[in-house]
């Protein structure tokens, strides 16, 4: 295949529209705007319709905007088979738009069923990267990154996550330093010399942010947590190299979500929210 | 709902049919009968036709002989949405013969995400149980537990899994002890008053085995890695309880597929390998 490799194309799109923001797209029913339920069924196969209705318009909102949209496959997975659909159609239109795509499945598993796993992600939903747990360790990764490889996509590893309770496991003291930080070493070793194999770092951790940088020094950061889970602009900026590339920050619900569902001005919202946040962002780039 | 609690739904299954076997829904196109191949398109929603066919008939050849029946999600979502529809038809139809479901999934992500996860785990797609991976952390486990507890159903949280590379990080020594034993800590807390949060613990790693028990004594194991992966009978011994309850024990390849594709007698030999598999941990059940 022809295409610049996955970091090469993260870097241009970055570049080219000056701001790492990536508009997660997690679709809930009771948040979307009433005129777009009221066209659908509360059913699995109407919420699945209704996500591919709400996720193509905000793509076409302010799909040309940023450089990377994350859907979250939980939302659609909960609508049933109609869902993973959406999904697809979702991923489909981003790349239409220009923009690189994150499917956020956290998948990990061994073997023949990693590798079910990794073709599922980019040959069957066609994303070019795809969130990946480690705890399987080695061979649980190894056919997600052969597979991306491939087709010059990408991973992103889970490494330090931002929910309130991540640090039961990934805090604990391990031979001298928090097991998050072995899984660091791990991303940094099978990122090099391809620059595909990505981290999860989150937002609510500002501290931990510049550390993990300096384990990783020349690694992708995917970043959630920034907006509605309580990270702020100023929270993230430990997580870009010294070029101002190396980090793509993520925002979900303060994108998708800033309106009442009956607001009729919910179009005109979303733009605003994006605007605002790639401000803040670029406020803070180095 | 009325129906008795998970643990007790297993304990009783496992002592009506004399037997902890788990058989393994792990379809591959290339592997199954040639004959249902030939009725079927080699394209997605062909192979999710195809392991309709396949799995309802091996329910049907062997589903009544054992307590539990375990479907690997991601051979089913490499077929696109026609393969959660199978998934779907074949929990269904493991219900039917009497067996309990665990959706081998592996799922793992927060808050909310957890809750959509878990939502389509045991509402949408119909399972009993679901795997779950623990990574990040307490609050990615507990909307999986809760919404087990509201349908009587359970969960399977990956401790030490049965892949030769799983030692990477799950055998990391943090403060002082593995750091799967941590895990499985957190799992018999996670257990506790309830009997529902059980553990994956591969029989490949048979000295662990008797110590993971130890540290969760209550706990019911899922045990891969028996048959196919190299694990015997008697490397499973130390998973049970004195009472001869508390594991189940996965074959998947061992029992689907012990078969060449163009044998005419594969369904003879699925139920022979199912018998001849009972036999084997019925001799070393105490």
Redesign the interface.
């Given at each position: 295949m022809s295409r610049p490799a996955f970091n090469e194309r993260l870097a241009e799109l970055v570049r080219t529209r000056g701001n790492p923001l990536c508009v997660g797209i997690?679709p809930?029913w009771e948040l979307l705007p009433a005129a777009i339920r009221g066209r659908h069924d509360n059913t699995?196969e109407g919420h699945a319709h209704a996500f591919t209705e709400f996720g193509l318009h905000v793509l076409d909102l302010v799909g040309h905007l940023v450089p990377v949209i994350k859907p979250?496959s939980?939302?659609f997975?909960?609508?049933?088979?109609?869902g993973?659909?959406a999904q697809?159609a979702i991923l489909k239109r981003a790349a239409e738009v220009g923009a690189l795509t994150i499917l956020d499945s956290?998948?990990?598993?061994?073997?023949?069923?990693?590798t079910?796993?990794a073709?599922?992600s980019f040959a069957?939903w066609g994303a070019d990267s795809v969130t990946v747990?480690?705890?399987?360790?080695?061979?649980?990764v190894?056919p997600f990154i052969a597979a991306a490889r491939e087709v010059r996509g990408g991973l992103f590893v889970?490494v330090r996550?931002?929910?309130?309770?991540?640090?039961?496991?990934?805090n604990?003291?391990?031979?001298g330093r928090p097991?998050y930080q072995?899984?660091a070493g791990?991303v940094n070793d099978w990122n090099r010399g391809h620059g595909d194999v990505g981290a999860v770092v989150g937002a609510t951790h500002p501290r931990e942010l510049a550390g993990l940088r300096g384990l990783m020094p020349d690694v992708w950061f995917l970043v959630p947590g920034f907006g509605a889970q309580g990270g702020s602009a100023a929270d993230v900026t430990g997580a870009f190299r010294a070029d101002g590339l190396g980090a793509i920050i993520n925002s979900s619900r303060g994108i998708t979500y800033p309106f009442h569902p009956d607001d009729p001005a919910w179009e005109e919202k979303i733009v605003a929210a994006t605007q605002r946040a790639i401000a803040e962002l670029q406020s803070v780039m180095p």
């Open positions: 997690d809930r699995g979250q939980a939302f997975e909960a609508c049933g088979p109609a993973f659909t697809a956290k998948r990990g598993d061994i073997a023949s069923t990693a079910a796993y073709q599922a069957v747990n480690p705890y399987l360790g080695q061979d649980a190894e889970l996550t931002s929910n309130p309770g991540s640090g039961l496991f990934q604990l003291t391990c031979d097991l072995h899984v791990a």
